[in-house]
């Protein structure tokens, strides 16, 4: 059965960061794009980053230069570093996998993490 856990989100302030982590179990991975979406209520939900199988990175235009994603294969696990976060990040954010970056559909969506950015 396949799992998706993320964890570290929170409230910070304007201009903090944040790291995020997805633990995954239940299927190998290391075959698969990972990535993160997020959503705000009443919103669709929105991919943010991913990272393929082979190691290609996609980042939104809206957190490009801020956020950073990454994976450790070896614990299946992938990261969101996010950094110079604003009120506009404020969301619920999931992880997902798929055969590529833009179809990361294949797991349950999960609890998500919630992040708030605000003074």
């Known amino acids: 059965q396949v799992q998706l856990v993320e964890s570290g989100g929170g409230l910070v302030q304007p201009g903090g960061s944040l790291r995020l982590s997805c633990a995954a179990s239940?299927?190998?991975?290391?075959?698969?794009?990972m990535g993160w979406y997020r959503q705000v209520p009443g919103k669709q939900r929105e991919l943010v980053a991913a990272?393929?199988?082979?190691?290609?990175?996609y980042y939104g235009d809206s957190v490009k230069g801020r956020f950073t994603i990454s994976r450790d294969n070896t614990k299946n696990t992938i990261y969101l570093q996010m950094n110079s976060l604003n009120p506009e990040d404020t969301a619920v954010y999931y992880c997902n996998f798929g055969p590529t970056a833009w179809t990361m559909t294949l797991g349950p969506w999960g609890q998500g993490t919630p992040v708030t950015v605000s003074s």
């Open positions: 239940g299927t190998i991975f290391s075959r698969y794009a």
């Open positions: 990272i393929t199988s082979g190691g290609s990175i």
